[in-house]
């Protein structure tokens, strides 16, 4: 018994699982590059710089008062924690892809200065800032996944 094989079919196939298994890993690739920053001074949050894609940037330590020094203009992951922030003042944010996390400023009383935060996918998380009363800053927010 003869088998006749259809090359043609057989390798456009192949090409087509090829094609689905690449676009499957960029997906998870793409939320999974990039570095991991901590920040726990004001002089690291003056000095830093980044030029290529940011995983995870976590900014916590009681003496970080001024957000404004960061010019990057997305990140995967933002994590703001017991920080001595009264406003966070990041102009240039304008998008975080998988979370965004401020908890546990005590001194935190409004967030306007993320107004140019367009793009939330993923979560985002606001507790324990027992002196915030101003969400101004997420009015522009265009879409919230």
């Known amino acids: 018994m003869k088998f006749l094989i259809n090359y043609r079919a057989f390798f456009s196939l192949i090409a087509v699982i090829a ?20 920040l726990t001074s004001q002089a690291e949050v003056n000095a830093f710089k980044v030029a290529g894609d940011i ?21 995967k992951n933002i ?5 001595g922030l009264t406003d966070i003042n990041m102009r240039q944010l304008s998008a975080v892809t ?4 401020i908890q546990d400023n005590d001194l935190l009383t409004d967030i306007k200065g993320l107004d140019n935060l367009k793009f939330v996918n993923g979560s985002m998380l606001i507790q324990n800032n027992p002196l915030l009363t101003n969400l101004e800053g997420l009015l522009s927010l265009k879409i919230f996944k």
């Open 79 to 83: 994590v703001i924690e017991k920080t």
């Open 98 to 101: 998988v979370s965004f996390v």
């Open 19 to 38: 094609v689905l298994f690449v676009s499957c890993q960029k997906t998870e690739n793409e939320l999974t590059t990039g570095e991991d920053y901590t």
């Open 55 to 75: 995983r995870t940037l976590t900014i916590s330590g009681n003496d970080i008062t001024d957000l404004s020094p960061l010019q990057f203009k997305s990140a």
